[in-house]
């Protein structure tokens, strides 16, 4: 893997020839600052660029290039940006557009780096465009190209249901802590307290007083508001359940009217939450065979909002040479510090897309529960390999990695049978 990064390294510093005018851009909300160099690193413009960020300003740094390419006999260039924050998307795109080259530095490069100049940790913009400019020089950066319109649509939704399942995951906390104040109790009657049946009760009769006013029957008859089938065997037992529950309840009982009216707008949110999320599950399923490489994601076992979530930041999983690469876009590749005799601990970097590393976590955790293949990896990397459950876990990570990438660059579903093969090698 080192020697294929150090080649890669090398093709990007070949890219930058004598005749390559390089820019770097520091990226802000209103006003960027750009700095021009030559492949030595000399800066070339008498005083930082500083445009504006809308279309005039643009147009003023393509008018400003195009002036350097002239004076100074450029016939190519390059632009460098930080991948940081969201403001730097709509330059770059509209760089591209009109045929200039877009390459992104991390910005830990720029952070180790800005002494280089200057041996100052002072920092300003048309500095940290200067630092950004000398890394593209050096062949520190990685290439940028617009995603498909498939891609970056499946990205937004993505993006926006788990802003939506934080804040539902938000809520419930709350209500389960409302209830272990109010009714501590009430877990035992209901595994799972957001059910149609709980949330109804929570809705009309959540403390143990509200219930002991009722009958089972009249529980039964609140509940078919909110239910098709709320009676039956199950439905009187749960509301005798309840009742019994609430007789020995010892939840707390003062200023219970303002925590009643607090629970009735949590379960409000929460349910409309709920709503938005599954309006977004819909969504992804109807976007994902736009998608290439959907269906042989979902071949796997995988849901549909964790195919999307591969997708959308692993990109097209056939244009990958192998596996890692998926695992190094999550974050999830390993980094050693050693020196001399002193030999470090092996970490994961999580330097790479934080929803991407989720999702291929939870997948294996997912795949663990249905997948006879995995199952049986998990088990011989137990019992014999004698790892504990999260080093199984994290080696499937890769497996499950190496795996997909394999199948979209060949084209073929997943088969049981192949995978036994596969996984065990």
Do not use: C
């Amino acid at each position: 893997m080192k020697s294929r990064l150090v080649k890669v390294q090398n093709q990007r510093v070949e890219r930058i020839s004598t005749t390559t005018l390089v820019i770097g851009i520091d990226i802000a909300k209103e006003r960027h600052a750009a700095q021009a160099i030559n492949f030595r690193g000399i800066v070339l413009s008498n005083k930082p660029i500083i445009f504006s960020n809308d279309r005039s300003g643009f147009e003023y740094l393509e008018r400003t290039i195009r002036k350097l390419q002239t004076t100074h006999g450029m016939d190519d260039v390059i632009i460098g940006m930080e991948s940081t924050g969201h403001y730097w998307f709509n330059l770059a795109n509209w760089l591209v557009k009109q045929g200039i080259d877009v390459v992104l530095v991390n910005p830990l490069t720029t952070k180790r780096n800005k002494e280089n100049r200057d041996n100052s940790p002072s920092k300003n913009d048309p500095k940290d465009a200067l630092v950004i400019a000398d890394a593209v020089s050096r062949g520190y950066y990685a290439s940028f190209s617009p995603k498909d319109e498939a891609f970056r649509r499946i990205r937004v939704v993505v993006t926006n249901r788990e802003h939506w399942v934080i804040e539902r995951g938000r809520i419930e906390n709350r209500i389960h802590r409302w209830l272990d104040i109010r009714f501590p109790e009430y877990g035992q009657a209901f595994e799972d307290i957001f059910s149609a049946r709980s949330l109804a009760t929570l809705r009309r009769f959540s403390t143990p007083s509200d219930l002991l006013q009722l009958t089972p029957e009249r529980m039964i008859e609140i509940w078919g508001e909110y239910m098709s089938r709320p009676g039956g065997l199950r439905g009187k037992r749960k509301a005798i359940e309840l009742l019994e529950l609430a007789r020995h309840s010892v939840g707390d009982t003062f200023a219970l009217e303002e925590d009643k009216w607090e629970l009735t707008h949590l379960v409000d949110e929460y349910e409309r939450i709920q709503r938005i999320v599954e309006e977004a599950d819909e969504m992804i399923k109807k976007m994902l065979p736009e998608i290439p490489g959907s269906e042989l994601v979902l071949s796997v076992g995988v849901s549909a909002p964790a195919t999307a979530a591969i997708l959308a930041f692993g990109g097209d999983l056939s244009k990958l040479s192998h596996g890692n690469q998926l695992l190094r876009k999550a974050g999830l590749n390993l980094a050693e510090k050693s020196s001399g005799k002193y030999k470090g601990k092996i970490k994961l970097t999580k330097r790479g897309n934080s929803l991407l590393r989720k999702h291929l976590y939870f997948t294996v955790f997912r795949l663990l529960s249905h997948n006879s293949a995995f199952q049986a990896l998990h088990t011989h990397n137990i019992e014999v390999k004698r790892m504990t459950k999260m080093q199984s876990i994290m080696k499937l990570i890769g497996k499950l990695a190496r795996m997909l990438v394999a199948m979209a660059r060949q084209g073929e579903e997943f088969s049981l049978d192949k995978a036994q093969l596969t996984l065990a090698a």
